[in-house]
T-cell receptor, first 113, second 111 residues
């Protein structure tokens, strides 16, 4: 019944590794997003996709590569993880680009050792 | 640069008190303003405000937008310990189709 679900919930890994976070929404929404939330709880947009097409890329390093196989899924792959990548990553969706609000997943806490 | 600023950053009150959280913004092309509540996990949607002066209300929570002075307030009356959370304000930028978030207000309600 979860509207926006992310996996895994926790990810602990070493610097230099490559990892992926998956996101799925069952709301029938057209638009999906990835946000990064730092330790001070500041949420910052990273990417948005509309109908599988990239709309926003907010100056995110190209080590981060989103992939949208269909409009219900938006996965985030991160190469060569760095200490500064430690954060909580939230996936969200909205009906379309102009229709808010966005509905958020529970987040993936990424810790880099 | 689009900016959303919330105040206070942190607030501690006793159960039963009334609180007012503030959100001011400077953005290029305003479309709407949203309030979210974040407890341990996902931010959950509270209100969306598009027009000035129209109060939105849900139980003990209410919010209003002033597009002339570029701010919004979120009021919580008769606070309960379950209201303890981080409250996030975000502005939708017309054309850019993105949310710009403030840094949040951490509200703690003591019994």
């Amino acid at each position: 019944d979860t509207a926006v679900s992310q996996t895994p919930k926790y990810l602990v890994t070493q610097m230099g590794n490559d990892k992926s976070i998956k996101c799925e929404q069952n709301l029938g929404h057209d638009t999906m997003y990835w946000y990064k939330q730092d330790s001070k709880k500041f949420l910052k947009i990273m990417f948005s996709y509309n109908n599988k097409e990239l709309i926003i890329n907010e100056t995110v390093p190209n080590r981060f590569s989103p992939k949208s196989p269909d409009k219900a899924h938006l996965n985030l792959h991160i190469n060569s993880l760095e200490l500064g990548d430690s954060a909580v990553y939230f996936c969200a969706s909205s009906q379309d680009l102009n229709n808010q609000p966005q509905h958020f997943g529970d987040g993936t806490r990424l810790s880099i050792l | 640069e689009d900016k959303v600023v919330q105040s206070p950053l942190s607030l501690v009150v006793h159960e039963g008190d009334t609180v007012t959280l503030n959100c001011s913004y400077e953005v290029t092309n305003f479309r709407s303003l949203l309030w979210y509540k974040q407890e341990k996990k996902a931010p959950t949607f509270l209100f969306m405000l598009t027009s000035s002066g129209i109060e939105k209300k849900s139980g003990r929570l209410s919010s209003i937008l002033d597009k002339k002075e570029l701010f919004s307030i979120l009021n919580i009356t008769a606070t309960q310990t379950g209201d303890s959370a981080v409250y996030l304000c975000a502005v939708v930028i017309q054309g850019a189709q993105k949310l710009v978030f403030g840094q949040g207000t951490r509200l703690t309600i003591n019994p």
